[in-house]
């Protein structure tokens, strides 16, 4: 990795889109600690002292605490993510969208929809937002113009991080989104590491303190590993001729990755089972017990359902991410088969038996995955570490953005060295 980017750094085109993006993302620093007015930080930041194992606390951790803090960028990049998931799934539930996609400029227009419900998406959570704050009694102003200027200010600063995200695709080094959202998880990693470091270190003493980093880095190591593992289906062609030239009869694989589905399953389970917590943390309900008690996220139950729903959920994404039959069908088209099954259905149905077996052991380790820091709080009430829940995700997050821009900077370096190629 670090040869990578020593190599990326040489090159004087590569070493300006690094320059750029790192300007971009100074930017929306800046922008994240902007006051917005009206807004009383310090007592909308007392709202989040029981929101840890929220969807606030989520939301929290996305926006680099920008969030609890009631800036500029407090939306950060929910309402950019929600609306690209949202144009994804409608792109497959609805045939003009799936048509519209498969059009030279299709991906284009589909970007242009998915701004225009991007903007939809920020005005109604910051409408919401607003009148969070408001219930909260965090803000210092409560009328209709005060309410039409925190709103107009945080659909603005979610309109700028989506444009800010697309100058770092144009300009940068690519995944823009993502490279912003990866800063905003490691901003609060230094106060976080603090915080255990001072918790474990009082209440168990500095040895475990050591053996947390070293249980930290083999599961970093675990999901580095995870994350590039995929399973390779042998695909074979057959020869053909056009013209005077012979294409195909070569030997290739296809590949599918074990944990396709990413991060989504997490943040789908997750946004549910903290779903009734953030209820009660705006109605001002008691979640100590009755119903609401059952569904915290670090209680037995809780971390149950979120283990179960990430399974599901992992399942469901790729239902709508990946068809088995489109797959089989282009294979049969190119002259591609898979060794030992006949083009057509039966390549297809082999296909989705090798998705279904990889799906369930991604699926267990994103669950797994999820519920260990909810394991650490469960096992360990009184050292307040509701802050962890949402830990396996950011972890998650942080490992595929830094693996993603590595072979970006790879594929830059690889098509301005040419040796090998010519010799």
Known sequence: MFQTLKNAWHISDTRRKIIFTIFIVLLYRIGCAIPVPYVDSAKWAETFSGAGDTIFGYLNILSGSSFSQGTMFALSITPYITASIV????????????RLAKQPDGQKKITEITR???????????FGYYLT?????????????????????????????????????????????????????????GALLNTAITIFGTNLGWLWV?????????IITFVVWMTN??????????????????????????????????????IFAQSIVSLPATLALIFGWDTSKGVLSW??????????????????????????SFNSVEVANNLKKNGGTILGYRPGAPTAAYIQKVLNRITLIGALFLGVLAVFPQLIALLFPSTNLGYLVFGGSSLIIIVGVVLETIKELESEVTMRHYKGFLE
């Open 87 to 98: 144009m994804q799934l409608l792109t497959i539930a609805i045939p003009p969208l799936e």
């Open 116 to 126: 225009y419900v991007t903007v939809i998406l920020a005005i109604i959570t910051a």
């Open 133 to 189: 704050m408001k219930n909260s009694n965090a803000l210092e102003n409560n009328s209709v113009f005060a309410g039409f200027v925190v709103v107009s200010a945080y659909v603005a600063g979610a309109s700028i991080i989506m444009w800010l995200g697309e100058k770092i695709n144009d300009g940068g080094i690519g995944n823009g989104i993502s490279i912003i959202l990866f800063f905003n998880i490691i901003s609060r990693g």
């Open 210 to 218: 050591l053996i947390g980093a070293v249980i930290m880095l083999a």
């Open 229 to 266: 593992a995929e399973r390779r289906l042998p695909v074979q062609y057959a020869k053909r001729t056009v013209g005077r030239k012979m294409y195909g009869g070569m030997n290739t694989h296809l590949p599918i990755k074990l944990n396709m589905s990413g991060v989504m399953p997490i």
């Open 295 to 320: 569904f915290s996220m670090t209680g037995p139950v809780g971390i149950a359902l979120n283990f179960l729903l990430i399974i599901g959920f992992a399942y469901f994404y790729l239902t709508i």
